[in-house]
């Protein structure tokens, strides 16, 4: 990077801070920004703005509710986020004359693939949590308006109920978190997961874990199926 005069300057995405924001030689002066923070907090995904703009782009905007229902489900800073390859690709699906599911279809592609090379997926797994827990554990959530801080009732609670401990102020129920809306986004889940479930199992190769018992337990069984 230091080499290239045309460049003015770099950024370095992903899911991990670099360890100590030091790990190449003589790069300094780092500016680290996460989904907390308030600057740029637009720029980790498509806006609500950018999606509407991308639905007319298509003629799609009366899709609008159920795009919004399914994939506006991250808050970064204050600004709410739509994971773009999922919207990118729903909107694919809704284009396409394609009868197959967009989630199951890339899938038997792979699969075909995998075959005609000599190779094929020896486990399907599905974890399994019922519905109604989903909906407790999401309905627990709070978030704080002012400084993006996120809590849950039973898992992270707050030292004052009802109060950001960063900044104090009131937290709220984000409308992604509503039963109302958690149940609606299950049911196309299910609708275009069930496909899935059926494909892999008429293969004979899906593993069913229960998903409601403890993490390193869930984990254990998954090592147990996959052998390791």
Same mark, same amino acid.
């Given at each position: 990077m230091k080499t290239n005069d045309a460049l003015?300057?770099?950024?370095?995405?992903?899911?991990?801070?670099?360890?100590?924001?030091s790990i190449f030689t003589g790069l300094n002066n780092f500016t680290v920004r996460n989904i907390t923070d308030k600057e740029a907090s637009d720029c980790f995904g498509f806006t609500?703005?950018?999606?509407? %703009?991308l639905l007319k782009y298509y %003629?799609?905007?009366?899709?609008?509710?159920?795009?919004?229902?399914?994939?506006?489900?991250?808050?970064f800073g204050k600004t709410d986020i739509y994971n773009p390859w999922s919207a990118l690709n729903y909107i694919k699906k809704l284009?396409?004359?394609?009868?197959?599911?967009?989630?199951?279809?890339p899938v038997i592609d792979s699969d075909q693939i995998l075959e005609a090379n000599g190779e094929k997926v020896d486990f399907a797994?599905? $974890?399994?949590?019922?519905?109604?827990? $989903?909906?407790r554990r999401m309905g627990g959530r709070r978030a704080c308006v002012n400084c993006g801080?996120?809590?849950h009732i039973v898992y992270s609670p707050t030292k004052v109920e009802g109060k950001c401990d960063k900044c104090g102020e009131e937290?709220?129920?984000?409308?992604? %978190?509503?039963?109302?809306?958690?149940?609606?986004?299950l049911e196309v889940y299910h609708n275009q997961t069930q496909?899935?479930?059926?494909?892999?199992?008429?293969?004979?190769?899906?593993?069913?874990?229960?998903?409601?018992?403890?993490?390193?337990?869930?984990?254990?069984?998954?090592?147990?199926?996959?052998?390791?």
């Open positions: 003015e300057r770099g950024i370095l995405t992903g899911c991990l801070r670099i360890s100590k924001e609500q703005k950018e999606i509407d %703009d %003629d799609l905007i009366e899709k609008r509710p159920e795009i919004k229902d399914w994939y506006d489900g991250y808050l284009l396409s004359d394609d009868q197959f599911l967009a989630i199951s279809r797994i599905d $974890i399994d949590v019922p519905d109604e827990n $989903i909906v801080a996120t809590y937290l709220i129920v984000r409308d992604d %978190d509503k039963p109302e809306t958690v149940l609606s986004r496909p899935l479930i059926d494909y892999y199992n008429e293969q004979g190769i899906l593993k069913s874990v229960d998903g409601t018992i403890d993490m390193k337990d869930v984990f254990n069984e998954i090592v147990k199926i996959l052998g390791a």
